[in-house]
C-alpha cells in the first residue's frame, strides 16, 4: 500500500521518534511511506483557541499537501496522532465553511475520509495487530481523550500493544480522564491543568511501569514534561515507538540501552 | 428539578477554613465573582472541596455507567431524545401557545415572563393575591436562575426550600454548586454544623450521621408542608398536546409541594415544551439514568390544570424567556437549549470534579454552563465587554468530550465551545492586538507554509541552548511560564523528523515536489 504520512506539526519538530517509528514501522510491514512536501500542520491549536480565521490558511495548506490522495496517489493517509485525525476529520470542513470557502470544505472532508490514526490504519485498513514488535519492559497505556471519543478507536492500540513480544503491558487506573493538556487550556487554566495532570500522574506511578505510551505526542508532552518534573523515573514514548521495535532492531532508540541516541534526537 | 441523595461524603478530620465556600448570595445568579481561572485557582486549594467532590462525582459516575450499560437501545434513545428536541426548537412558538391552550382549557392560568423581575413579580403578585407571607418550593433550576427566593424575601416573603441539598444551600445562605446536588460542596460534618446553627429546630445532640440529619430535616420541614398554602416549582417537561406538567424527584418532598398547598405557581423555562405525551416516555428513561444513576426516579409527578377536590384548586405556570429566545436565534448555540438539566456532563466533566460549581459563577455550571450562562448573559462574542467573567467560561474546558458522550440528548458541548471562543476572538478583532492575537497570527503564517515551517524548526533547535545539557526546560517567561510551573519541556530536537526524512529517504540529487524513497 501507498501511504502518505502527516507528520504532525509538534513531532516533527520536537518528538521526530513518533513519525520515524511510524515510516519505519509501515516499511517493514511491507508498505511503502511517502512524506508530502507541502506539509505542516492540520490546524488545531488554532481552532481550539477559537481563532477559526487563523486556522483556514493553515488547513488550506494541509488539505492541498494531502489532495493528491484523491487522484490516486496515495492509497491512504496515516497520522500518528488521535488529536490532529480528529481535527482533520472534524474540525476542518467546518473551519472552511464558516469562511465561506465551500468548495474547500468539501476537499477536507474528502481528504479526511481516506486519513487515518495511526491504530486505525494498522488494524482497519491493513488488518495487521500483531506487527512483530518487541519491547521487553513494563509499559502502561493512555488513551488520549481525542482518539478516545473523537475517533472512537477504542481497543485498537491495546490490541497491538498486547501482541508485543516481552510487554508487561499494565492497566492505567483512570485512564479514560483527560490529562488536563487541552492545548492552550494548559496556559490559560494552568492551575486547573495541573491538577487534571497530578492525578494522571499518580495513576501513571501507582502502575509500576517504566514506560508510559499513547497516540499522541502532545498528551506525552505535558504528561511527560509533569513526570519529568518530579523525577518520576517513568519514560514516555508514542505507541509508534514501541511498536516500531523488533528483537533485532531498536530503530528510534525506544529501549533505555540507546539512551544516548534518544536524548540527542539524532538519526539512528 | 429532581435530586437525589447520594449519600453525604465521610467526615475529614480536616475540617476546611470556616467559611471558605459560602458564595454570598449575589445580585446576579447568573453572572457572579471573579473570571473563571481566578475562581478555579481559588477552588484548587481547598482540600476538602477536592476530596467531597472525587468522592461524590466518581460515585454518582459508576452508577451512571451502569445503569446506562445496561439498556440495550441507549444510543437510539438518545438520538431519539435528540430529535424530539430539535423539533421543538424549530416550533417553539406553535407549541407554547398549543401548551397554553390546554392549561387553560383545564383550569391554570398562563402568565408569559419575559425576563427574570417579570417572572419574579408575577409570582410575587399571586403570593400576595393569596393573603401568605410565606412559600414552600420544589427544587427547581428555573427559580434559583431568576433569583426568586430573594426578590420575594425583598419584599417580605419568606420562600423555604425543601429539597434536602437545597435547604442545605438555602440555610448556610450559600449558592449551589450543582445542578441535581447542589449541595455537593459540603460533607455531612459541614451540613451538621450548618443544620446545628441555622435550622432553629434541630434537636441539640444531633450527630453528623445521614439518617439522623435527614431525619431533623424531615421533622423541620414537615411543619412547613403542613402549614403552607401556596407552592412554587420548576418543571422538568410541560406536554404542549395534554398540558399537563411533569416533576421528576427522589424524596417525595417535592410531591409534598405539588399537592398538600391550595395553590401552585409553576415556573418553567420556555425550552422545556415537548410536543406530545409519549414524547415522556423517551425522557423519563433518559434523565433519571443519566442524573441520578436510577432506572427510575422514585417520584413522578404529573398534574394537568386543576382538578376538583383534589390537590392545589389554583395553578399558575409562569413561561420564562430571561435570554432563551436569543439563544434560539442561534444556529450554533441553540442546542444548548435541548438541556434536560441531568448534571452528567459535570459528573464526568475533569474540570469540575477539581473545582466545583462555584468557579463558574453561575447557578449552571459544568460543562452546559459553560455554554448555556454565557449565551443567557450575552456575554459571548464581546457583546458585555471585555471584562465580563462569564466570557472566560468556553474557555474551562480541554475539550475532553467526556460530556458530549454522556449527554442524554447529544448537545456537542465540545463544538459549542469552540464556536462560543471563535466568536470571544472575533469580537476582539480591529482593536489592539492581544498578546494571545499576535501568537496566533505568527504561528498562522508559519504554520500555511512548509518551506516557512521547516525554517522555525531549524530555529526551534536553538531552544537546546536554553535547555542545556539536562535536555530539559524548567523555566521560561510568560505565558509560557504557565507550562513550566508544573512541567518541563524537552528541548527542541536537533534534527527535525523533515530533516530526517530527507537525509534517510531522499536520493541525493533528487528533485523539487513529492519525496520518496
Not at chain 1, 509508534?240 to 533505555?256: N, Q
Not at chain 2, 427574570?116 to 393569596?130: C, P, S, T
Amino acid at each position: 500500500m501507498r501511504i502518505a504520512l502527516a507528520a504532525t506539526c509538534i513531532a516533527d519538530v520536537m518528538f521526530p521518534q513518533a513519525p520515524r517509528a511510524t515510516a519505519l514501522l509501515l516499511e517493514r510491514l511491507g508498505h511503502e511511506v511517502h512524506v508530502p512536501d507541502g506539509q505542516a500542520c492540520c490546524g488545531q491549536m488554532h481552532v481550539n483557541t477559537g481563532y477559526l480565521d487563523e486556522a483556514v490558511p493553515v488547513v488550506r495548506n494541509h488539505v492541498e499537501a494531502f489532495a493528491p490522495v484523491l487522484d490516486g496517489e496515495w492509497d491512504a493517509i496515516v497520522v500518528p496522532s488521535g488529536s490532529c485525525t480528529g481535527s482533520i476529520r472534524h474540525q476542518q470542513g467546518m473551519v472552511c465553511r464558516r469562511a465561506g470557502l465551500d468548495a474547500l470544505g468539501a476537499t477536507a472532508d474528502a481528504v479526511a475520509a481516506r486519513t487515518y490514526e495511526l491504530s486505525e490504519l494498522l488494524v482497519d485498513v491493513l488488518g495487521v495487530t500483531d506487527v512483530g514488535a518487541y519491547f521487553p519492559h513494563r509499559v502502561t497505556y493512555h488513551p488520549t481523550c481525542h482518539s478516545l471519543r473523537m475517533l472512537h478507536v477504542g481497543d485498537r492500540p491495546l490490541r497491538l500493544l498486547r501482541a508485543v513480544e516481552g510487554i508487561d503491558l499494565v492497566e492505567l487506573p483512570g485512564a479514560e480522564s483527560c490529562c488536563g493538556f487541552g492545548g492552550t487550556f494548559a496556559l490559560k487554566n494552568a492551575e486547573t491543568s495541573t491538577a487534571m495532570l497530578a492525578d494522571k500522574m499518580t495513576h501513571v506511578k501507582s502502575t509500576g511501569a517504566e514506560v508510559l505510551t499513547a497516540g499522541d505526542s502532545s498528551c506525552l508532552m505535558h504528561i511527560g514534561g509533569g513526570l519529568s518534573r518530579i523525577r518520576a523515573g517513568v519514560r514516555t514514548l508514542h505507541l509508534a515507538e514501541i511498536l516500531a521495535s523488533t528483537r533485532d532492531a531498536d530503530p528510534v532508540g525506544a529501549r533505555p540501552t540507546t539512551h544516548d541516541a534518544r536524548t540527542t534526537g539524532g538519526p539512528r | 428539578m429532581s435530586a437525589t441523595f447520594l449519600g453525604l461524603p465521610r467526615r475529614r478530620t480536616a475540617t476546611a477554613p470556616d467559611g471558605a465556600r459560602d458564595v454570598p448570595h449575589p445580585d446576579e445568579p447568573l453572572r457572579w465573582g471573579d473570571d473563571f481561572p481566578t475562581a478555579a485557582r481559588r477552588a484548587l486549594q481547598d482540600t476538602q472541596l477536592r476530596r467531597n467532590l472525587a468522592h461524590a462525582t466518581s460515585t454518582i459516575r459508576a452508577k451512571r455507567a451502569a445503569v446506562v450499560g445496561e439498556v440495550p437501545d441507549w444510543e437510539a434513545l438518545r438520538d431519539a431524545g435528540s430529535a424530539i428536541k430539535t423539533d421543538v426548537m424549530a416550533r417553539l412558538p406553535e407549541l407554547l401557545e398549543e401548551l397554553e391552550r390546554n392549561v387553560t382549557a383545564r383550569g391554570g392560568v398562563v402568565h408569559w415572563a419575559r425576563d427574570a423581575a417579570e417572572a419574579n413579580r408575577i409570582v410575587l403578585d399571586i403570593v400576595r393575591a393569596k393573603g401568605v407571607d410565606e412559600v414552600v418550593k420544589v427544587k427547581s433550576m428555573a427559580t434559583q436562575e431568576i433569583g426568586l427566593n430573594e426578590a420575594l424575601a425583598e419584599e417580605g416573603v419568606a420562600a423555604y426550600e425543601t429539597d434536602l441539598a437545597e435547604l442545605i444551600v438555602q440555610l448556610a445562605d450559600d449558592m449551589p454548586s450543582h445542578i441535581l446536588v447542589p449541595a455537593i460542596h459540603r460533607n455531612r460534618a459541614e451540613i451538621r454544623e450548618i443544620f446545628l446553627e441555622r435550622m432553629g429546630d434541630a434537636p441539640p445532640d444531633l450527630s453528623d450521621v445521614p439518617r439522623e440529619l435527614a431525619m431533623a430535616a424531615r421533622a423541620h420541614l414537615r411543619r412547613k408542608f403542613l402549614s403552607a398554602k401556596v407552592a412554587v416549582s420548576g418543571a422538568n417537561f410541560g406536554v404542549a398536546d395534554t398540558g399537563t406538567l411533569t416533576v421528576v424527584e427522589s424524596e417525595g418532598n417535592g410531591r409534598m409541594c405539588l399537592t398538600l398547598p391550595e395553590t401552585l405557581v409553576t415556573v418553567m423555562g420556555i425550552e422545556k415544551v415537548v410536543p406530545s405525551y409519549t414524547d415522556l416516555e423517551v425522557f423519563l428513561q433518559l434523565l433519571p439514568r443519566s442524573s441520578t444513576g436510577e432506572r427510575m426516579n422514585p417520584y413522578t409527578s404529573l398534574w394537568t390544570g386543576v382538578t376538583p377536590g383534589d390537590g392545589p384548586q389554583e395553578f399558575h405556570l409562569v413561561l420564562l424567556d430571561n435570554g432563551r429566545t436569543d439563544v434560539l436565534a442561534d444556529e450554533v448555540g441553540r442546542a444548548a437549549l435541548h438541556c434536560i438539566r441531568c448534571s452528567a456532563c459535570l459528573n464526568v466533566c475533569p474540570v469540575y470534579e477539581r473545582v466545583g460549581g462555584h468557579a463558574y459563577g453561575s447557578v449552571y455550571p459544568g460543562p452546559i454552563g459553560a455554554i448555556l450562562t454565557p449565551q443567557l448573559t450575552k456575554s459571548s462574542g464581546g457583546l458585555s465587554g471585555h471584562h465580563d467573567p462569564n466570557a472566560s467560561l468556553p474557555y474551562a474546558s480541554t475539550l475532553c468530550g467526556a460530556c458530549y458522550e454522556v449527554c442524554p440528548v447529544k448537545i456537542d458541548i465540545p463544538s459549542i465551545l469552540v464556536e462560543l471562543r471563535a466568536r470571544e476572538v472575533d469580537a476582539d478583532r480591529g482593536g489592539l492586538p492581544t498578546g494571545w492575537g499576535a501568537a496566533m497570527k505568527a504561528a498562522s503564517f508559519v504554520m500555511s507554509d512548509a518551506r516557512r515551517f521547516a525554517l522555525a524548526g531549524k530555529a526551534a533547535g536553538l531552544g537546546r541552548v536554553v535547555a542545556g545539557k539536562s535536555g530539559r526546560i524548567s523555566t521560561l517567561p510568560p505565558p509560557a511560564s504557565g507550562w513550566t510551573r508544573s512541567r518541563d519541556l524537552p528541548a527542541p530536537t536537533a534534527q527535525t523528523f523533515r530533516d530526517w526524512w530527507r537525509t534517510e529517504h531522499v536520493a541525493p540529487g533528487a528533485g523539487e515536489g513529492e519525496e520518496d524513497r
